[in-house]
């Protein structure tokens, strides 16, 4: 669920390079396509993006304070081009199946209508929204050519520093993440590019003497998107699922906050120390005294039960939510503020997904662990209270409200288990098999007996 959109470059969005960090600097506009956006970028913007990002980049390093070991390729591309790289990175770096199984997860959790296209959506809102990139793989940046060139220094600025990351960090190493780790990949990708949004941010503000230690947290920022995009028309962010918006956005505002606060403590070489020892989780992003007190999460593992669920049933996926996922998840029913509480305390977890091939039924199983037995209520609570709301029509079977719900809905049974700092989510069961779900339950359970 959790697992970050893949598109096998590191980008800055347009939203966030036109946040308005200080009340001197007027908010920057995007100029409409032109003509040249069609087909190739213009030849002469091209060579001046080239001029210009040769003299950003002595700038860059200092500011960030790592050394220019080799010369950036730069260049411009067109609207057109780079959504040709947006294709080309889910070619290269997904299969047309984990496409569709990112489809089906976000379908099965309610994020998305049933009828969502995941990957022609994202080419839609990721073309929309990219102002520049750079690609690890041929160590070239590119930016938008239909912006102005002295409002894209600092799109250049971020794009400069993620060559100097992997120049000294190798970000090439995190292109290939292994399935099943999507929480921890979501929490490297932020600080990659919370990192060069940071230092983006230092570059506006240098001008007026600050920095981003001396601004309120960046995390305040995350809430503002929507309207911002909404009164710059970009269209497809608007209308993305919820769980899309703040997917896209995590890494950058997040990422962002996370570096800010490692500024303040242990500066840019705490940054740099970083790249070493990688965030391990959402959590330690979001809170980063966790990060500094090297609180790891607990490993969970869900045993295959596609033999007991029936004929035609498969695993389809296995991966990590994580504090940020159960927010996302529980957010999209329940509100963010009450979301952001309930997923706090999230000490581990495993989600996994289960298709009958015959009929399309999608099932889902979560078992989550949580730093006190308050937290667990917390969340057993705020689960069921998601399911409610997105099920009103649903039908109570419980037994046990205050460790157990469990609801007929339209998409099958659903049972939520409360036991110690433990929650247990079973949801699309097949009605034929309710009979079975407290030997399922339990089987899932044992596994992971402490």
Known sequence: MSKRILIGFSVLLILLANINLIAQQPARKTVEPNGATSGSADAAKVAKVIETSNQ?????SQLRGLKILAPVKSGAKSRQEIEQEIIRGFEEE????????????????????????????????????VAGFYRPKTKELFIA????LEQQKPVMVHELQHALQDQHFNLRRFEKWPNGDGDRETAIHALIEGDATALMYNYQLKPVGGDVTKIPSLAGFADQTLDQAKREKQDVYVSAPMALRESLVF???????????MLKKRGWAGVSQAFTDLPQSTE????????????????VTLPDIAKQLGDG????????NGEFGYTLILAEFIGKKDARQAAAGWGGDQSVLYENSKTGQLMLTHLSHWDTEKDATEFFRAYTQR?????????????????????????????????????????GLPTEKLLQAVKLAETLWKANAK
Not at 56 to 60: A, I, K, M, R, S
Not at 313 to 320: E, L, P, S, T, V
Request: glycine share 4%.
């Open 284 to 299: 330690q992003v979001l809170h980063i005294e966790k990060y500094l007190a090297n609180e790891l999460p607990i490993k």
């Open 313 to 320: 049933w498969k695993r389809i996926d296995a991966d990590i």
């Open 251 to 261: 890494s950058y505002i997040y990422g962002a906050a996370f570096v800010q606060e």
């Open 387 to 427: 399911t409610t709301k997105r099920y009103p029509t649903a039908k109570s079977r419980s037994t046990k409200p205050e460790t157990e719900r469990a609801f007929q809905t339209p998409d099958g049974e659903a049972m939520i288990q409360l036991r110690g700092q433990s929650v247990l989510v079973m949801e």
């Open 56 to 60: 950003l980049l002595e700038e860059v």
């Open 94 to 129: 997904t299969t047309p199946e984990e496409i569709e199984t990112t489809n089906k997860a976000l379908i099965a959790y309610g994020l998305v209508p049933k009828d969502f296209k995941y990957r022609e959506f994202m080419i839609r809102l990721m073309t929309e929204q």
């Open 145 to 148: 050519d239909w912006n102005d």
